[in-house]
T-cell receptor, first 109, second 112 residues
Framework: DAKTTQPPSMDCAEGRAANLPCNHSTISGNEYVYWYRQIHSQGPQYIIHGLKNNETNEMASLIITEDRKSSTLILPHATLRDTAVYYCIVISTGNQFYFGTGTSLTVIP | SQTIHQWPATLVQPVGSPLSLECTVEGTSNPNLYWYRQAAGRGLQLLFYSVGIGQISSEVPQNLSASRPQDRQFILSSKKLLLSDSGFYLC???????????FGEGSRLTVL
């Protein structure tokens, strides 16, 4: 599975959009981009995933570049409860999820 | 709806003692099951996964073992715990070969 690169930490003001980037320049055609987050002392929580098209659900939006070499997770109106570590994972169907170190997002009041 | 439970939630064990962590999934059949470990301040490490009863794949050689005696039950064990086994253990399930992972609440193990 393709490796991903994420910034180790980010801050975001409460109520503003949080844009979390992920680079996956070696992604192959059958690999999906998944995003999870882990709030302290809890198990990771699925957020969203996509293959080529941009995706949106009740939690977030996922923007994938046309060449699929990078993506951005957008939390449209960050709240204090969005403070967590966010993991970007690239994986093909049937393979296993390997989590990196992710981005530690701090939402500031 | 599907649910996943693991227990115990917290455990303090002396070095050299045995370990058994249990995980069960409800509301789905033939799931893929996973054990992850997270050491303090570290990322998640995949330990074991299983695609069916009695089928276990190990990712990291160590003194831990896993078993799947029933379709929706996954057990993590050790005969003799080491200090380095301390951590936050997470069980997860996934529909066969598709879709996202769903995690349990986690079991925090402290080995003294």
């Amino acid at each position: 599975d393709a490796k991903t690169t994420q910034p180790p930490s980010m801050d975001c003001a409460e109520g503003r959009a949080a844009n979390l980037p992920c680079n996956h320049s070696t992604i192959s055609g059958n690999e999906y981009v998944y995003w999870y987050r882990q709030i302290h002392s809890q198990g990771p929580q699925y957020i969203i995933h996509g293959l080529k098209n941009n995706e949106t659900n009740e939690m977030a939006s996922l923007i994938i570049t046309e060449d699929r070499k990078s993506s951005t997770l957008i939390l449209p109106h960050a709240t204090l409860r969005d403070t967590a570590v966010y993991y970007c994972i690239v994986i093909s169907t049937g393979n296993q999820f390997y989590f990196g170190t992710g981005t530690s997002l701090t939402v500031i009041p | 709806s599907q649910t996943i439970h693991q227990w115990p939630a917290t455990l303090v064990q002396p070095v050299g003692s045995p370990l058994s962590l249990e995980c069960t999934v409800e509301g789905t059949s033939n799931p893929n099951l996973y054990w992850y470990r997270q050491a303090a301040g570290r990322g998640l490490q995949l330990l074991f996964y299983s695609v069916g009863i009695g089928q276990i794949s190990s990712e990291v050689p160590q003194n831990l073992s896993a078993s799947r005696p029933q379709d929706r039950q996954f057990i993590l064990s050790s005969k003799k715990l080491l200090l380095s086994d301390s951590g936050f253990y997470l069980c997860a399930w996934r529909r066969q070969n598709t879709g996202e992972l769903f995690f349990g609440e986690g079991s925090r193990l402290t080995v003294l």
